[in-house]
């Protein structure tokens, strides 16, 4: 059965803290993994991760997958109020469908 | 990115009636679509997924009679939520994937939150 799980479930931090979220999965027929954004409403896409050891990054916030131990990590430098959010980790496998963990609730306080 | 539109965002509805919720890719085609119902501090759950022109394949204990899917074109799927019963209230969320591509992200539309009175 197809697992992705996410550490920690929750985590609260103060501004200008930097954190680092996990993502672990075991997943049959592994395409892609997804990190999420999640506030009040629909999710919203930070970034796609197919190739291990290559960083993606954008702003304050970068990813890095590994395929060999099966994890990604989301690493959030200089937090701030508004990075208070649940994090979401998917993984794209055969068929495309995505396997979501339970995702990481994270609080900044100022 | 790609822009996903879901309709109604908010719906109230009557208990035994049914609602339509619609998804549309709105700058590419999309082959697949996914429906997923969130509850209360929990994370999505896939309900379903659609392929353009033939039956929605269903994740185990969700009901295909009562959640009714169509993905009638590379653009639209629709799901119908069928005599709708308080138990349903719930916030449900399409994501479609473009043709082609291996891992290809998918895009969400905004949501839907579906309360039956």
């Known amino acids: 059965e197809d697992k992705v799980v996410q550490s920690p479930l929750s985590l609260v931090v103060h501004e200008g803290d930097t954190v680092t979220l996990n993502c672990s999965y075991e997943v049959t027929n592994f395409r892609s993994l997804l990190w999420y954004k999640q506030e009040k409403k629909a999710p919203t896409f930070l970034f796609m991760l197919?190739?291990?050891?290559i960083e993606k990054k954008s702003g304050r916030l970068s990813s890095i997958l590994d395929k060999k131990e099966l994890f990604s990590i989301l690493n959030i430098t200089a937090t701030q109020t508004g990075d208070s959010a649940v994090y979401l980790c998917?993984?794209?496998?055969?068929?495309?469908?995505?396997?979501f963990g339970k995702g990481t609730s994270l609080l900044v306080t100022p | 990115g790609a822009v996903v539109s879901q309709h109604p965002s908010r719906v109230i509805c009557k208990s035994g009636t049914s609602v339509k919720i619609e998804c549309r890719s709105l700058?590419?085609?999309?082959?697949?679509m996914f429906w997923y119902r969130q509850f209360p501090k929990k994370s999505l759950m896939l309900m379903a997924t659609?392929?353009?022109?033939?039956?929605?394949?269903?994740e185990q204990g969700v009901e295909k009679d009562k959640f009714l899917i169509n993905h009638a074109s590379l653009t639209l799927s629709t799901l119908t939520v069928t005599s709708a019963h308080p138990e349903d209230s719930s916030f449900y969320i399409c994501?479609?994937?473009?043709?082609?591509?291996?891992?290809?992200?998918?895009?969400f539309g905004q949501g839907t939150r579906l309360t039956v009175v």
């Open positions: 700058d590419f085609q999309a082959t697949t």
């Open positions: 994501s479609a994937r473009a043709t082609g591509g291996l891992g290809t992200e998918a895009f």
């Open positions: 197919t190739s291990s050891g």
């Open positions: 998917a993984v794209v496998s055969i068929g495309y469908e995505l396997n």
């Open positions: 659609s392929n353009e022109g033939s039956k929605a394949t269903y």
